[in-house]
T-cell receptor, first 110, second 110 residues
Framework: QQPVQSPQAVILREGEDAVINCSSS?????VHWYRQKHGEAPVFLMI?????EQKGHEKISASFNEKKQQSSLYLTASQLSYSGTYFCGTVTGGGNKLTFGTGTQLKVEL | DVKVTQSSRYLVKRTGEKVFLECVQD?????MFWYRQDPGLGLRLIYFSYDVKMKEKGDIPEGYSVSREKKERFSLILESASTNQTSMYLCASGRMNEQFFGPGTRLTVL
């Protein structure tokens, strides 16, 4: 079953912050975040393993709440280059495959 | 840089035709994956392979088969193409923790 992402779409002004959420109905082993720019292939951003850790680099970070079976991606001080579709992928306990959500379209405007 | 290439960017086929989509990676990865991407549905896993001649069904394998005769090459086969298989097909290779995607093949079945 696909994880549920919210919101489905968001428009930001440059410099604003955004949060993208990813929820699963099953116990999570790991959460993976990818970004796909228009017309390009998805690109790996980061992975979070169970343990409630937070990871990130520069202005994009993510958290993983194992109890709530959800992850959040935080984009701070957004830039035009952040525009694209963000996908979370989940591996559930005992599983051996990555299941992606339906994506969140993010558009950053001047 | 990891490179994943797909045989065609655009393909148009007729209903009932047998269709082959080819994917080649140059990083000696054990795992290779085939996804289809449809608006509003995200990335859905069709099949994956964790070794030569080994394959495993993903979430939507019906109507598809795969072949992996060499480590670097993973083929997706549509035995008898149907209009509901019109989609963007993405190949990926890598570990479960990080996948590298090809540019995609946009297949139209008339």
């Amino acid at each position: 079953q696909q994880p549920v992402q919210s919101p489905q779409a968001v428009i930001l002004r440059e410099g604003e912050d955004a949060v993208i959420n990813c929820s699963s109905s099953k116990a999570l082993y790991s959460v993976h975040w990818y970004r796909q720019k228009h017309g390009e292939a998805p690109v790996f951003l980061m992975i979070l393993l169970k343990g409630g850790e937070q990871k990130g680099h520069e202005k994009i970070s993510a958290s993983f709440n194992e109890k709530k079976q959800q992850s959040s991606l935080y984009l701070t001080a957004s830039q035009l280059s952040y525009s694209g579709t963000y996908f979370c992928g989940t591996v559930t306990g005992g599983g051996n495959k990555l299941t992606f959500g339906t994506g969140t379209q993010l558009k950053v405007e001047l | 840089d990891v490179k994943v290439t797909q045989s065609s960017r655009y393909l148009v086929k007729r209903t009932g035709e047998k269709v082959f989509l080819e994917c080649v990676q140059d990083m000696d990865h054990e795992n290779m994956f085939w996804y289809r991407q449809d608006p509003g549905l995200g990335l859905r896993l069709i099949y994956f392979s964790y070794d030569v001649k080994m394959k495993e069904k993903g979430d939507i394998p019906e109507g598809y088969s795969v072949s992996r005769e060499k480590k670097e090459r993973f083929s997706l086969i549509l035995e008898s193409a149907s209009t509901n298989q019109t989609s963007m097909y993405l190949c990926a290779s890598g570990r479960m923790n990080e996948q590298f995607f090809g540019p995609g093949t946009r297949l139209t079945v008339l």
